[in-house]
């Protein structure tokens, strides 16, 4: 009878531990990163009243007899789940999303391990909790932004309104296309010497900027003619009147192809009537000498086995034999006399206005002569600046030249500049530009560096960069045996010595060298800044902490760990949401979130806790039902008691 008793106490009594866990569940139902516990019960001592028995060949066997004597309770546990991330907006709130604890500690050498990442700075910019102003730690970086796994891991010190140093530029990132097809040289006549070269207009196809010096040998194309024999004619002179009496036999044969008839001619014709009918004869052109002397030239001139005419035969009588003097007699004609083939050749010796080495020049080129394809005499050139360049010439079209009046054509450079601001060692701006020139050599450009205050250049402010055939990067080059751009700054500071970083050679990660039609090539980036003081900061997923600067500057200043263990239950709650390891913890493991420790940091953000109502609600239930109905046992059985009590009377 005593034994149920006993029984219904140890229900009455662990029943009530387990509406202590759900009280202080409850309790904590906005504790941030709070984990609640649960409670779990087993049988305690059992009576044994008969063992088993083992099966006979009579008979089967017994089960053993025995009497439970109560309830006890077998473990507490805390329950590491994941709890409702909320949005708080302050940078030094942080939650972290998975396994993991943050680790704070004291100058005695204490540590202890939370959920709760509501952080803040103390007066000496300390990142602490501000509840038990005990230190978050983890591991500074160095100057350079750089956290070392060997750093000592220990208390976070952010330094506030602290100076950043300026730093000088060392490297200039270019990167984009410099255009291969573009062109901006426009042409211009420098001198015409004696060529007969009237205006030079047009771009040069290679975009090359500089002097062409051209030279012009050999004769021009001449003309074929021939002078009437008989003179002191005047216009007005009649052909009757010079005893012309046969009118229309007279014609004339054009390259011994074609046969024109001089028609319409009366003795009361003129002279000038004669000159017109046959200036009308495609190809052909008379006219009046000074001496009185009719002139009849072709038009185109050439060489005279192609480009002639031949008269009629003279008879006695006829304008063949009185006006242009041959005998009569058949066979006997005038042909036209003195026509040559054109011999002009001009060679172009081309100084670009940069470059060097190969790029430098002087390079000679051999020109293409444009002929006139009515005239037949060179009037043009082909070919300056790889072509696109228009030359036009007076009557008689080019003429030779001699030493010293070489026709001089111009042309302008083709070219691309950026520029950006670089630091020197006292924090000082300077604008920077590089300017680019379309090179002689295939798939280069020059280049010049230059500054626009009173900041000197001592070297390397020249040089060169060069493309494969694909565009990729080839060289970036400096001239006179320089690797870096060197410039005073003329004011105090140190000299800067800048490296052009323009790609990866055969890479397409920098420069590029294709034809597409515009230019891109830009300064993109460089690395040095001026003196700056930190005004804020950011945490990412991984704990690092990034100072922001007034100067523009982002670096990484710290970095958050976080620990876990091999048996988060088994850790000691030591209050204040806080734990400590225990035998049957395991030590802890520290490191870097979302690598060494499974979890992340969400930053901006707090662990809500991880109590579901609802299941306390049940739980709750549960336990007051448990508890009751152990007082019914411990009231039935006194009542029981007392009936045998009774018994007595």
Known sequence: MMASLFAGVSGLKNHQVKMNVIGNNIANINTIGFKPGRVNFQEALVQTFKGAGRPSAISGGTNPVQLGLG?????????????????????????????????????????????????????????????????VFGRMADSTGNVSSLTAIGKLVLPFGQQDPANATSIVDLSKNLNASATDSAASLTSAGISNVLTVSGKAVDGVGGTHSITISGIQAQNASFTGGVGALSLTTTIGGLGVTIFNDFTLSIDGTRTEPVAGLTATSTIEDLINIISQIDGLTAQLTGSGEVEIIRDRAGDPASYKFESSDS????????????????????????????????VDIFTPDLGTGAAS???????????????????????????????????????????????????????????????????????????????????????TASTLGVEVITSGASGHVSFNSDGSLNTFDYNGGANTISIDPQNGASNINISIDAG???????????ASGRHTATLIAQNGYGLGILQTITIDKSGFISGIFSNGINRVLAQIILADFSNQAGLLKVGRSMYQPSANSGLAVEGIAGATISGEITPGALESSAVDIAQEFTQMITAQRGFQANARIITTSDSMLDELVNIKR
Do not use: C
């Open 504 to 514: 990866t050679v055969n890479g397409y990660d920098g420069l590029t060298g294709f």
């Open 361 to 447: 020049g002087p390079i000679s080129t051999a020109l293409g002569m444009v002929f006139d394809s009515n005239s037949g005499l060179a009037i043009g050139l082909s070919g300056i600046g790889g072509g696109g360049i228009e030359v036009t010439t007076g009557t008689g079209g080019l003429a030779p030249t001699a030493a010293g009046s070489e026709l001089i054509v111009d042309t302008k450079p083709t070219t691309h500049a950026t520029s950006i601001q670089v630091f020197d060692s006292l924090g000082g701006k300077h604008t920077v530009s590089i300017e680019f020139f379309k090179s002689i050599l295939n798939n280069r450009w020059e280049w």
């Open 71 to 135: 309830m006890q309770v077998s473990s507490i546990d805390n329950l590491f789940q994941q709890g409702g991330l909320e949005t708080t907006g302050q940078i030094t709130d942080l939650a972290i999303q998975g396994q993991g604890f943050f680790v704070l500690g004291d100058n005695n050498g204490n540590r202890f391990y939370t959920r709760a990442g509501a952080f803040g700075f103390d007066s000496a910019s300390r990142l602490v909790d501000p509840a038990t102003g005990l230190f």
């Open 315 to 346: 008879v006695a009588g006829n304008i063949v034999n009185l006006i242009f003097g041959i005998p009569a007699g058949a066979g006997n004609t005038f042909v036209s006399a003195g026509g040559a083939a054109s011999t002009l050749t001009a």
